[in-house]
């Protein structure tokens, strides 16, 4: 099926930006996304148009609030572009982006994980726990799995999740998982917090710390202020701001900001 997307949308950074670690590029220009048991293969054929390996339905009811259609990110863009000369830079450079609504707890899960992880890790990691608890889906390109349900995890013991190449993480995973079974955290009550409420939720997990709660508030929740202070971000305000948190000021749309300092420092200013 054919769809025109008349905005920013570029494949390529979506996946690759840092807010999800199940895109892939399976092909010349065929990214795979994944969310649910739902899966979808999408290739750009010319300006604003796109192939999607889905129907209206699905496309309709799935897929264009996962990639946030809705919303107008050149509009957005051009506002933050107009901050300054460096925030001009990095929003050209980062044009495309858009903030994916993911499942709640697979970006809680995938954000623990990627504490002190290169993206390749963090990637290997998260497939490896789709396919040891998730179940298989077959597309006409490959084999994938989902990512499983809190209820598929339920069971799972310390070990069982460090075979999946956790270390360390493997307990903080444990954690997270019998505090929602225990229903200290419910992770779908918490779309109904305040910002700083569901920050400070999250953190009731162990290993959970500001970074790893305002990526899933950003990237999970849809919480678009928020701004996760990751290596590259700390280098961006130490370097390119001369210590001073610029996205404090910005306050509106600051974690769209964020994704396209993010990805200008990690892939665009070597």
Not at 16 to 29: D, V
Not at 235 to 253: K, L, Q, S, T, V
Request: proline residues 1%; contains cysteine; negative net charge.
């Amino acid at each position: 099926m054919k769809i025109t997307i008349n905005d920013d949308f570029d494949l390529q950074k979506i996946a690759n930006c840092g807010q999800c670690f199940r895109a892939k590029e399976i092909s010349n220009g065929i990214y795979r996304f994944i969310t649910g048991a739902n899966v979808i293969y999408i290739k750009k054929l010319h300006e604003n148009t796109f192939d999607v390996s889905c129907d209206d339905y699905q496309w309709n009811n799935i897929w264009e609030n996962y990639f946030d259609i809705a919303t107008d990110y050149k509009s957005i863009r051009n506002n933050i572009s107009k901050l300054n000369d460096y925030f001009k830079k990095v929003s050209d450079v980062g044009q495309g982006i858009r903030i994916l609504k993911q499942d709640f707890f697979e970006t809680l899960i995938s954000f623990i994980i990627s504490q002190r992880k290169s993206i390749p890790s963090i990637m290997s990691s998260v497939e490896r726990i789709a396919e040891k608890f998730g179940k298989p889906i077959n597309t006409i390109y490959e084999t994938v799995y989902t990512f499983p349900t809190f209820e598929q995890m339920q069971s799972s013991s310390v070990l069982s999740l460090s075979n999946c190449g956790l270390g360390y993480r493997a307990e903080y995973i444990r954690d997270a998982i019998e505090k929602i079974y225990e229903g200290i955290i419910d992770l779908d009550d918490l779309k109904t917090k305040k910002d700083d409420d569901l920050i400070d939720e999250l953190k009731k997990i162990r290993g959970v710390g500001d970074k790893v709660a305002n990526c899933v508030a950003l990237f999970a929740y849809h919480r678009v202020d928020r701004v996760p202070i990751d290596v590259w971000i700390a280098r961006a305000i130490d370097e390119d701001f001369n210590g001073h948190n610029y996205f404090a000021d910005i306050a509106r749309n600051a974690g769209i900001a964020q994704q396209y300092v993010f990805y200008y420092k990690k892939f665009a200013n070597g």
